[in-house]
């Protein structure tokens, strides 16, 4: 049976409870805002389940791409609406029109990120752009398998410990998967996400919001923004964006103080998860292909699995090694960072803003620190 003694241990796929005949796991969330599953030991007949289908105790070995491509979509709008260069939507866009299904992330009424099913174009505005909040599978993996003994073709979108959940609990190949993952950065918690938009909503005297984009391009596709469309409380609709190095709660998550402890231990990124493709952004594009870079967005393509035919976009094949040199997520986990402890306990007493600049603001001393280490490291290489 189930049992999680470090949080490190559970990437919160939700494939066990999913997979349980008794029905006897439910998820509980801890305080920092994260799912982890609890076994009902009356209920459970010890039958094994769970830990077969559970990704983190059972890896695969990483894989290496078959090709690795800089696409872009050439459809600019819906290039401008994605996060990179509007791929996703190609790939989502051939299932429908094959008569299947797409899974990936929405927002909810509330604007907390689920994974959803949709089965028409009109749909896929839900699923586009990331959401840099963990999805909440729900029974998305049963409903998959569902569609996918039906004979109806599916494309599972999501993280690579999402996908690898997906493949644990189906134990088996359909034909009629596709799999597309994301190169995974990590992901940051639901909770701080809540907590987050509560302040904002005070401070902004916003009543309702109507939409948000975690990669609004307007400064352009490098330095992106968060953005939140809203009335206020005279009922004016208003705008709320703040490039990444300005918003707080991007600040929070790229300086990977509010994601998943699984996060630091990733069992799934760098091919591990199995998906047939992976998309990222392609930074560095200005230098690894800049005739494809107009600062609108250009995705990384990881073909992984060569039977999986890629629709038609404009690309370029680039060295894989490049890619990775300037995508730190590609292929390695971040560190956990000192300050993380302090940053959630700081947050329930004085909130997400003021606990985020406590620990992203350098001290004095660690300004100094960093500056005789980086003399030290210049007279070595020197
Ligand atoms: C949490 C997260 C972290 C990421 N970290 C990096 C990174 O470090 N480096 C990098 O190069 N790229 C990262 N990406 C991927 C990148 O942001 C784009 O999602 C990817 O390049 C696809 O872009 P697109 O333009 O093709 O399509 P888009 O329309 O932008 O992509 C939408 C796809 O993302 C999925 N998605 C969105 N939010 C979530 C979520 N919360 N959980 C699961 N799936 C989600 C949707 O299901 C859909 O499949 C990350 C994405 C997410 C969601
Ligand atoms: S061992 Fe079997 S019955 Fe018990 S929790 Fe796991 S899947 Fe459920
Ligand atoms: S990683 Fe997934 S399958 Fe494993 S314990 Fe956590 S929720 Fe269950
Ligand atoms: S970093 Fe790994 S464990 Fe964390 S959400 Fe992404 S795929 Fe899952």
């Known amino acids: 049976m189930i049992h999680i003694t470090e949080p490190k241990n559970c990437c919160g796929c939700n ?42 105790i059972n890896q695969n070995e990483p894989k290496k791409p078959v090709v690795t491509l800089a696409a872009v979509n050439s459809d600019e709008s819906v290039r401008l609406a994605s ?9 989502a866009e051939r299932t429908i029109d094959n008569g299947g299904v797409v899974f990936g992330a929405a927002f909810d009424e ?29 029974n998305c993996y049963k409903e998959a398998k569902t569609y996918l003994s039906a004979g109806k073709e599916v ?8 996908i690898a959940g997906l493949k644990r609990f189906l134990r088996k190949d359909y034909h009629n998967l596709k799999t597309m993952d994301v190169v995974c950065h990590g992901t940051p918690s639901p909770l701080v996400w809540r907590k987050y938009l509560d302040e904002v909503s005070s401070m902004y005297n916003i009543t309702q919001i109507t939409d948000i984009q975690f990669r609004d391009k307007t400064e352009g596709w490098k330095n ?56 990222a952004d392609l930074w560095g594009a200005e230098n690894i292909c800049p005739g494809l870079d107009d600062d609108k967005g250009v995705s990384l393509v990881l073909l992984r699995n060569k039977e999986f035919s890629l629709p038609g976009f404009v690309k370029k094949e680039i060295e894989y090694s490049k890619a990775v040199m300037y995508n730190h997520s590609i292929e390695s ?14 947050s329930h007493r004085v909130g997400i803003h003021k606990a985020t600049v406590k620990c992203t603001t350098k001290s004095r001393f660690e300004v100094l620190t960093e500056k005789i280490i980086w003399n030290i490291k210049n007279r070595i290489l020197k």
């Open 333 to 346: 986990d971040f560190t956990l960072p000192n300050k993380k402890d302090r940053f959630f306990r700081l």
């Open 155 to 162: 494309l599972f979108s999501g993280t690579p410990c999402q």
């Open 110 to 138: 509330n604007w907390d990120v689920k994974h959803i099913c949709i089965d028409s174009k009109s749909e896929l505005p839900k699923l586009r752009g990331s959401k840099y909040v963990q999805s909440i599978i729900g």
């Open 224 to 279: 992106f923004s968060l953005s939140i469309k809203y009335k206020d409380k005279e009922g004016a609709e208003k705008t709320f964006r703040e490039t990444l190095n300005e918003n707080v709660f991007m600040r929070c998550f790229l300086s990977n103080l509010c994601l998943r402890p699984s996060c630091y231990a990733c069992p799934a990124r760098n091919g591990k998860s199995g998906s047939d493709i992976t998309l």
């Open 15 to 56: 494939a066990c409870v999913q997979a349980c005949p008794k029905h006897c796991i439910r998820m509980q969330e801890d305080s920092e805002g994260f799912l982890y599953p609890f076994v009902d030991r009356e209920s459970c007949i010890d039958c094994g389940l769970c830990e077969r289908v559970c990704p983190v």
């Open 83 to 91: 996060s990179s260069g509007g791929i996703f939507t190609l790939l």
